[in-house]
């Protein structure tokens, strides 16, 4: 889960980007958000800055796609273990099946009606972001770390 640090958003529709960042703030996202908006510029991103916890990307971009990034980004020693999510309009198996195949740790689409994302975005908020809430007993370590 990625209860704090960047998320990078990766869409190349203003309009998208604005509506995931204004659902963001809705379901009580607080991470910080950075917004690539073409597949060299997250190609630069992530060769220049911090790795940030998690992408969502878009697959449908022009000049290089998501499916680009998401290669580069699974066949790299230094970023393969970043989480990546795609979120995209597309639902095409193909497109599922591939996404996965290169390393996606999930795929969304994004659904036309807004009450449907909100409610995607918040599943989303739930499942890889929010804290849970503690089980006692229950310790959960962190990946390396012996049980």
Same mark, same amino acid.
């Given at each position: 889960?990625?209860?704090? +640090?960047?998320?990078?958003?990766? #869409?190349?529709?203003? *309009?998208?980007?604005?509506? !995931? !960042?204004?659902?963001? @703030?809705?379901? %009580?996202?607080? *991470?910080?958000?950075? $917004?690539?908006?073409?597949?060299?510029?997250?190609?630069?991103? !992530?060769?220049?800055?911090?790795?940030? &916890?998690?992408? /969502?990307?878009? !697959?449908?971009?022009?000049?290089? #796609?998501? =499916?680009?990034?998401?290669? @580069? $980004? @699974?066949?790299?020693?230094?970023?393969?273990?970043?989480?990546?999510?795609?979120?995209?309009?597309?639902?095409?198996?193909?497109?599922?099946?591939?996404?996965?195949?290169? %390393?996606?740790?999930?795929? /969304?689409?994004?659904?036309?009606?807004?009450?449907?994302?909100?409610?995607?975005? *918040? &599943? =989303?908020?739930?499942?890889?972001?929010? @804290?849970?809430?503690?089980?006692? %007993?229950?310790?959960?370590? *962190?990946? +390396?770390?012996? &049980?």
């Amino acid at each position: 889960m990625i209860e704090r +640090g960047t998320i990078l958003v990766v #869409d190349d529709s203003q *309009n998208d980007i604005d509506l !995931l !960042l204004r659902t963001f @703030k809705q379901v %009580g996202v607080g *991470n910080r958000i950075d $917004v690539c908006r073409s597949a060299a510029e997250a190609e630069h991103y !992530l060769q220049t800055k911090e790795l940030p &916890a998690m992408m /969502l990307l878009d !697959l449908k971009m022009p000049v290089r #796609d998501g =499916f680009y990034v998401l290669r @580069k $980004v @699974k066949t790299s020693p230094l970023l393969r273990d970043l989480v990546v999510i795609v979120l995209t309009t597309s639902s095409d198996i193909m497109d599922i099946q591939l996404s996965y195949e290169l %390393g996606a740790s999930s795929f /969304l689409t994004k659904p036309f009606d807004l009450a449907e994302f909100r409610e995607m975005i *918040n &599943a =989303f908020h739930l499942y890889w972001i929010a @804290k849970p809430s503690p089980q006692a %007993g229950r310790v959960i370590p *962190n990946p +390396g770390e012996a &049980a």
